[in-house]
């Protein structure tokens, strides 16, 4: 394994594993010493809830860890990562409009012009700047955890507790055309968009459970569509090792708008 420095860019809501109970994907920009940005790294699997406190990252922190490349993951990006071995050096904050966070994020190496721009070079992970968005949405999906992933969940020894993650029945997403002029309607599975639905949702005093679950998916839906109206938008976009053809949108990238618009339109 090679120390390496990381910015954090987004982080996946925690999955259910067989073998590590419960993962997240993390993805970042490889730094070198003077923070010049060499490329797009996923770590995984990362037991995030289950770090000691001072390794638990956010995001935007810059990271130290030790990591080598995931030789069964045929994605170039995807690298293993030493646990143990991250130590957190600095946070990058939202200062001067972004600056330093644009600096880092925004460089041409780190951006693509489509899908399938993204594709053609062989990779797996890349930032890119819709030509225009259409719509933001969200809809239904499983209310509960299949028989199987509760018993992952609820495993308990005597060096293991059961966990408690929750699981959040709708998926929300953007429509967007890329520079390609290719129609796209993309998931967004950032936790941060999945703990606003929370947030939004607990914030409700209300009785009736279905009007209870809406107000949180209309508290992400307000945000989505204030992302396309007051901020300069880009969607840091990610396949699927299983099907290496889907891509998602694993991170949310936001700084201030400075010109241009982009159409708000969300919808059920």
Partial sequence: MT??????????YP????????????????????????GWVRL????????????KFKRWSIIQASIERNTKDSRLESYRIDIDSIVVEREVDTSDSWRYRKELILHPSLQFPSTEAIKSQGRSL???????????????DAENWTPAQKRILN??????????????PYRFGYEFIDADHKKHRYSIIDWEIKQLYRNSRDT????????????????V????????????????????????Q??????????????????????Y
């Fill in 155 to 168: 495993q308990e020894s005597i060096f293991e507790k059961p966990l408690d993650l929750e699981k959040i």
């Fill in 221 to 244: 839906q307000l945000k989505l569509s204030r992302f396309i109206e007051e901020k300069d938008l880009y969607f840091l976009l990610g396949n699927l090792k299983s099907r290496p």
């Fill in 246 to 267: 889907t891509f998602t949108i694993i991170g949310l990238i936001y700084p201030p708008k400075v010109k241009g618009d982009q159409l708000s339109l969300c919808l």
């Fill in 3 to 12: 120390l390496q420095r990381i910015l954090i860019v987004t982080k996946t």
């Fill in 44 to 55: 995984y699997p990362i037991p995030y809830r289950l770090l000691e406190n001072d390794q």
């Fill in 204 to 219: 409700k005093l209300e009785s009736n459970p279905e009007l209870w679950k809406k107000s949180g998916c209309e508290g």
């Fill in 126 to 140: 890349g930032l890119i700047k819709p030509l225009e968005i259409t719509k933001c949405y969200y809809e239904s």
């Fill in 15 to 38: 999955s259910i594993s067989q073998k590590y109970r419960e993962t997240v994907c993390t993805a970042g920009v490889l730094l070198d010493d003077l923070d010049r940005p060499l």
